[in-house]
């Protein structure tokens, strides 16, 4: 049974058109990350939530942006897709407990028109 | 600064035969280290992990080898099969309390029938 749940897993959207990508997690776990994957590349991290609490990473860009609006959803807005920001997203999640694996689901996969 | 790198990009294996996989590290303040399978169009899948205050895991066919004192890590994949074809991802956890992996570069795992 999928634990980190990710939709869709296909998103097609035009330069410019804000899209949303969307995480839900069944494993009640305190943190949820975005990751940013494009092909033959380690996945690099967008930002974080640790319970509620937004940790963004330096170099993301304002571009996206991110809402948990409880434990188990996570979302990922891009306002202003460009080319560059084609990729396979990835959302997954740890418990609060320490020295856990982080769980993945299997992605989003977004290609820019 | 902190990194978690890996030794080479390809690895072609004939089936049967035992992979290893290696990856160095940087980070002296990680304690905890983590080795994902990714198959083509889907999510990281955790395969083990590894405490330093170990230097061997087992789990079923792999084993994760740890040594602080070159701050190297290996994955060994016995008899390896098709279904090993993968990317594989070591990675590490900072140990800033920030809940953050460090992946390594990714190796392609090739094997031959």
């Known amino acids: 049974d999928a634990m980190v749940i990710q939709n869709p897993r296909y998103q097609v959207t035009q330069f410019g058109k804000p899209v949303t990508l969307s995480c839900s997690q069944t494993?009640?776990?305190?943190?949820m990350y975005w990751y940013q994957q494009k092909s033959s590349q380690a996945p690099k991290l967008l930002f974080h939530?640790?319970?509620?609490?937004?940790?963004n990473e330096a170099d993301t860009p304002d571009n996206f942006q991110s809402r948990r609006p409880n434990t188990s959803f996570c979302f990922l807005d891009i306002r202003s897709p460009g080319l560059g920001d084609a990729a396979m997203y990835l959302c997954?999640?740890?418990?609060?407990?320490?020295?856990?694996?982080?769980?993945f689901g299997d992605g989003t996969r977004l290609s820019i028109l | 600064g902190e990194s978690v790198g890996l030794h080479l990009p390809t690895l072609s294996v004939q089936e049967g035969d035992n992979s290893i996989i290696n990856c160095a590290y940087s980070n002296s303040a990680s304690d905890y280290f983590i080795w994902y399978k990714q198959e083509s169009g889907k999510g990281p899948q955790f395969i083990i992990d590894?405490?330093?205050?170990?230097d061997k895991r087992q789990g079923q066919r792999v084993t994760v080898l740890l040594n602080k004192t070159v701050k190297h890590l290996s994955l060994q994949i016995a008899a390896t099969q098709p279904g090993d074809s993968a990317v594989y991802f070591c990675a590490g956890l900072r140990m800033d309390s920030s809940y953050k992996l460090i992946f390594g570069s990714g190796t392609r795992l090739l094997v031959r029938p």
């Open positions: 590894i405490r330093s205050n170990m």
């Open positions: 494993l009640n776990h305190n943190v």
């Open positions: 939530y640790y319970d509620k609490d937004f940790n």
């Open positions: 997954a999640t740890t418990s609060r407990d320490g020295n856990q694996p982080q769980h």
